[in-house]
């Protein structure tokens, strides 16, 4: 059974750049929500989409958009990268609405802005 | 808004004894509570959860935990730890108001290292 996946697993990229991060939910999962962990923190919640509409949307500047696709997978863009930004965003999926179900985290990007 | 405070940022503990991590959460409704914990080099997997009914669950690797709603608190607990729960943990809560879109909250984890 597939669990949820995400690419590309390392990315650098330049203050100012612009990024696309991808992920796969497991096979069934309909909500996708998307996390950023800075080292020494825990995860911090960016996005929650379901249905590929927005569900939900943490304390992020709007330089962080998401959309999700008839199948399901999901896109992260961060536009205007600054070096806080670096960081490891992780996907998590659940079967519907995350609020009342378990969310199964994907092993992340990890993203260095130089 | 909800917060989550891990007590313990650092644990360092030998092997076969007892641990307790503590975690708090502030949020004034219903919530569903979560343990994760992130192996060396592994991504981040369900321990446990707390949705309703029985305040102390059990979860994978002997862990449990106990829900004390009095006191907004969910702490870990195993009674004899291995080398290979060296990890971090994360406790965790989504407040749940029907419309489930706020998103997990995490605290700033525990790093815990079992010595040999």
């Known amino acids: 059974d597939t669990g949820v996946t995400q690419s590309p697993t390392h990315l650098i990229k330049t203050r100012g750049q612009q990024v696309t991060l991808r992920c796969s939910p497991i096979s069934g999962h309909k909500s996708v929500s998307w996390y950023q962990q800075v080292l020494g923190q825990g995860p911090q919640f960016i996005f929650q989409y379901y249905e590929k509409e927005e569900r939900g949307r943490g304390n992020f500047p709007d330089r962080f958009s998401a959309r999700q696709f008839p199948n399901y997978s999901s896109e992260l863009n961060v536009n205007a990268l600054l070096l806080g930004d670096s960081a490891l965003y992780l996907c998590?999926?659940?079967?519907?609405?995350?609020?009342?179900?378990?969310?199964?985290f994907g092993p992340g990007t990890r993203l260095l802005v130089l | 808004a909800q917060s989550v405070s891990q007590h313990n940022h650092h644990v360092i503990l030998s092997e076969a004894a007892s641990l307790e991590l503590g975690c708090n959460y502030s949020?004034?409704?219903?919530?569903?509570l979560f343990w994760y914990v992130q192996y060396p080099g592994q991504h981040l997997q369900l321990l446990l959860k707390?949705?309703?009914?029985?305040?102390l669950v059990k979860g994978i690797k002997g862990f449990e935990a106990e829900f004390i709603k009095s006191k907004f608190s969910f702490n870990l607990r195993k009674p004899s730890v291995q080398w290979s729960d060296t990890a971090e943990y994360f406790c965790a809560v989504n407040g749940y108001s029907g419309g489930g879109a706020d998103g997990l909250t995490f605290g700033k984890g525990t790093h815990l290292i079992i010595q040999p």
């Open positions: 707390y949705f309703s009914g029985d305040p």
């Open positions: 949020y004034g409704g219903t919530v569903n």
């Open positions: 998590a999926s659940s079967p519907g609405l995350a609020g009342a179900e378990t969310q199964y």
